[in-house]
């Protein structure tokens, strides 16, 4: 019977894919960026909460787990245990936890069984929860829990206390009597795909993934896309560089981007700099890193040498190798991090970048 449907929709299916496909659009992703800005500035608790940020505070930043159904396009089953020993860590270690969207994956799975398939990592997070210290963003892959009107239920029922569900948050501070904000989103903000009026995200969210999903039809999203991807991320950091003392933080393209650099661009800053001073070791080393790295940090912008270090991405939790990336904010310092297995399948965390947020706000000046 799947055939049968296969077959009789694939075509019209594929059109409609094309035609409404994700586009992501400069003007549209920058209104609705400020937009959500303003609103959580101007009505916090109603679409994001504004959070104090102090030489005291520890954030733990992961989006994109992608939680499925521990089945063959699940994976989110080969990073599960790093993500479960990361919340360990963070939870012992009194951080507050951002989910920052894309956490189900509801296009290709129901929720039931998400929900049966994940009860560990639920439990882990309920753990934040308990002690106050849990966000949850909603992404365009879990853009239920945003427009279902029984999701709250479901929540609920998972972590045993009401949830709320917010498109995005701000941390303020202030460093040597400067003022420093941190505005945080999924990222999928302006694409026409997944964030248009309450009927056309219930619609993309409940019929369309899944219809796509069904006939197994890419649905050509940045975190699949080459070419998305990138633009996406430019159009990310076009609107953090145009603000004041703001950083962006994001998720969606599952690319890790630290001040505004890839993770790969910042490997060719640093071997650039390794063969300027002659360190033969250290540009070994580099070389090697980049090699390795290709397939997952895949980007070289043409200016990377000059931009503005206004924008971060997390990556994702659900690297094919079973790594994980995320954004650390703690003791005064920002930090690319990432959770791998070790030859003992044991998982390591490794600090990846960091920069003092002192240090940081000062380039921003």
């Known amino acids: 019977m799947r055939k049968f449907f296969q ?19 400069r003007e549209r992703i920058h209104t609705a960026l400020s937009n959500l800005y303003k609103n959580i500035k101007e009505n916090p608790g109603k679409k994001g909460l504004l959070l104090e940020l ?3 505070s520890r954030f733990i930043i992961f989006s994109d787990q992608h939680k499925g159904a521990k089945n063959g396009s699940d994976n989110f089953m080969f990073a599960e245990k790093n993500y479960l ?20 994956e509801l296009w290709e799975n129901t929720l039931f069984a998400v929900k049966k398939n994940n009860i560990p990592s ?3 997070e309920k753990l934040f929860l308990k002690r106050k210290a849990f966000t949850k963003v909603f992404g365009n892959h879990d853009l239920y829990w945003n427009n279902d009107p029984f999701a709250g239920w479901q929540l609920k029922k998972i972590y045993r206390e009401e ?9 303020q501070s202030t460093i040597n009597n400067k003022s420093l904000e941190i505005f945080l989103t999924h990222g999928h903000q302006g694409d026409r795909q997944s964030d248009g009026n309450k009927f056309s995200t219930w619609f993309v969210g409940v019929i369309w993934a899944p219809l796509q999903a069904y006939l ?5 999203t940045p975190a699949v896309s080459e070419q998305l991807k990138t633009a996406h991320n430019s159009m990310m950091y076009e609107w953090s ?21 890839t993770h790969l661009e910042r490997l060719y800053q640093q071997l650039a700099l390794a063969i300027n001073n002659n360190n033969i070791e250290e540009r070994q080393r580099l070389q090697q890193e980049i090699v390795s790295r290709k397939y997952d940090y895949d980007h070289i912008g043409k200016d990377y040498q000059s931009v503005k270090p206004t924008y971060f991405n997390t990556g994702c939790c659900c690297f094919s190798d079973g ?7 703690a003791d005064g310092m920002i930090r690319l991090i990432k959770w791998s297995y070790d030859e003992n399948k044991n998982s390591v965390r490794n600090i990846l970048e960091e920069i003092a947020l002192a240090q940081l706000l000062s380039k921003l000046n």
């Not at 299916?13 to 994700?22: G, I, L, Q, R």
């Not at 197994?216 to 050509?220: F, K, Q, V």
């Not at 145009?242 to 890790?256: C, D, E, S, V």
């Open 122 to 124: 639920f439990e882990k």
């Open 216 to 220: 197994n039809i890419n649905p050509n």
């Open 7 to 25: 077959w009789l929709l694939r075509k019209p299916v594929n059109w409609m894919a094309e035609k409404f496909s994700s586009d992501p659009d």
């Open 54 to 56: 102090n030489s005291n």
């Open 163 to 171: 949830v709320k569900i917010y498109e995005g948050l701000i941390l």
């Open 85 to 104: 020993s990361a919340l360990d860590y963070y939870n012992q270690n009194g951080f507050y936890f951002i989910s920052l969207g894309d956490n189900e």
């Open 241 to 261: 560089a145009a603000q004041n003392n703001l950083l962006l933080i994001t998720g969606h393209t599952h690319q890790p981007v630290f001040e505004s650099l």
């Open 323 to 329: 790594d994980i990336t995320g954004i650390e904010i």
